[in-house]
């Protein structure tokens, strides 16, 4: 029977803090009731995370498959991925550090059953470090203003989707995209509710700040083309700033005559200019390079293997067959 909920988590060199995971995780989710899955996608992993979801899914393979990557291609391409082999009317995304509580997803379940599409989550007592919660409130805000997409906190990982709103997304095909703001575009009702968040069980981040800014430049780039309307906008303030800066000087050789002061002062506005120009070519190039990577058309990822019960399997092949004749 096709279960209600389907539980998406991202791996990554987690062996760590596997075991701890999976100690919590069925349990809570045992606990809730109803007919569920957990997809875990490998994420080409170095060390033996492989091996470990391996070994979970023949402990527990009428409720778990497993993706495996043979390589790695990032979070976001992972959920996807998780996305696609989904059945449930209900998808919650979770990450394997165990900094979101798989005790919350009992919260957006029923928050789902009243109604939205979408559901977010406020991490409440946030363990991070300063500079990076600081940094991503930052973000937070200056994402708001560009794309208008409205997430609170938009790193944070535990969500839920609807089947409608999960469709959408495995129509997309685009080659760099963050997942909630794609999600939130496609949503009808969504809301957001605070949840627990805890220090990681084991490990470190994957994400560093080279990431984080990739991650951003990916979020605003791929929702917006205001920061190209906003450099358009500043080359011409900046045209006219000069055309003006010209005409003083020139009545100021008329009036004065020949003078050296003030050389520096052009040069720190010529070097100004030179720097926003190289920004904007900088920015340009990051629309480019989306488009380049687009019309490739090369795979997000590649999927070597997917683990799950022997009898879907068949029964999905049997129907794929069928559908042939």
């Known amino acids: 029977m096709k279960p209600e909920l389907s539980v998406v988590i991202p791996v990554y060199n987690e062996e760590a ?9 069925y349990p809570a989710l045992d606990k809730l009731g109803i007919r569920y899955e957990v997809v875990f996608v490998n994420d080409g992993s170095r060390d033996a995370s492989a091996a470990i979801l391996s070994d979970q899914f023949r402990l527990r393979p009428d409720v778990t498959r497993v993706v495996l990557f043979n390589g790695n291609y990032g979070q976001h391409m992972a959920i996807l991925a998780g996305f696609q082999a989904t ?4 998808v919650v995304t979770l990450d394997a550090d165990l900094q979101n509580p798989p ?6 379940v029923d928050k789902m059953r009243e109604g939205y599409d979408y559901v977010g989550s406020i991490r409440r007592d946030r363990q991070d470090s300063m500079w990076r919660t600081q940094a991503s409130r930052a973000m937070n805000q200056l994402r708001e203003k560009i794309t208008h997409i409205k997430m609170t906190d938009q790193g944070n990982m535990l969500r839920a989707y609807g089947r409608e709103v999960i469709n959408l997304i ?11 703001a794609l999600a939130y575009t496609f949503a009808r009702k969504p809301t957001e509710i605070i949840v627990e968040h805890e220090e990681r069980a084991a490990g470190i981040s994957k994400y560093s700040l080279y990431s984080l800014i990739r991650l ?3 979020l605003v780039t791929g929702f917006s083309i205001a920061p190209l309307q906003f450099f358009s906008m500043l080359g011409i303030a900046l045209s006219i700033a000069s055309a ?6 020139v009545v100021r050789r008329f009036i004065v005559g020949a003078e050296v002061e003030g050389v520096f002062t052009l040069f720190a506005i010529t070097f100004f200019m030179l720097g926003v120009v190289l920004f904007g070519i900088g920015l340009l190039g990051e629309y480019i390079g989306r488009i380049y990577q687009q019309v490739r058309g090369r795979p997000r990822y590649v999927v070597q293997a997917i683990l799950e ?12 067959v069928a559908a042939r004749d």
């Open 17 to 25: 803090g596997l075991s701890k995971l999976f100690a919590r995780l």
């Open 103 to 108: 005790e919350e997803i009992g919260k957006l």
């Open 170 to 180: 495995n129509q997309c095909s685009e080659v760099n995209t963050f997942v909630p």
């Open 87 to 90: 059945r449930g009317d209900i």
């Open 216 to 218: 951003n430049f990916d």
């Open 309 to 320: 019960e022997k009898a879907e399997t068949e029964k999905s092949a049997a129907k794929l």
């Open 244 to 249: 003006a800066l010209f005409v003083l000087l």
